[in-house]
């Protein structure tokens, strides 16, 4: 299984960007996903998670009203659309994929990572 992410960039305070991770090698019917994020300097945390089914999710509460995670199993992919960005968000952002619980990616012990995309977010 393979996450391949994109959709980082440099944008300014109050901007916004949509996030995207591909999954191949195996369907994202089968994955609860997960969003996580590092700082420099600080630890990997989890911003936002969806289930399996698409209907539960949760979220960071830093980002909550301004991310919003979404799949779309028919094109493999799941989203992060950030709205009103704030230079606090800046990191190196990583999709994770789980095909057995989201109790692990809420544990932040996902089965599967993709690639980070750097996210900026300039004042």
């Known amino acids: 299984v393979q996450l391949q992410a994109s959709g980082g960039g440099l944008v300014q305070a109050g901007g916004s960007l949509r996030l995207s991770c591909v999954v191949s090698?195996?369907?994202?019917?089968?994955?609860?996903m997960g969003w996580f994020r590092q700082a420099p300097g600080k630890g990997r945390e989890l911003v936002a998670a969806?289930?399996?089914?698409?209907?539960?999710?949760g979220y960071l509460n830093s980002v909550k009203d301004r991310f919003t995670i979404s799949r779309d199993n028919a094109k493999d992919t799941v989203y992060l659309q950030m709205n009103n960005l704030e230079p606090a968000d800046t990191a190196i952002y990583y999709c994770?994929?789980?095909?057995?619980?989201?109790?692990?990616?809420?544990?932040?012990?996902?089965?599967?990572w993709g690639q980070g995309t750097q996210v900026t977010v300039s004042s």
């Open positions: 994770a994929a789980d095909g057995d619980t989201v109790g692990m990616i809420f544990r932040g012990t996902p089965a599967y």
């Open positions: 969806i289930g399996r089914g698409g209907v539960a999710t």
């Open positions: 090698g195996s369907t994202l019917s089968n994955f609860h």
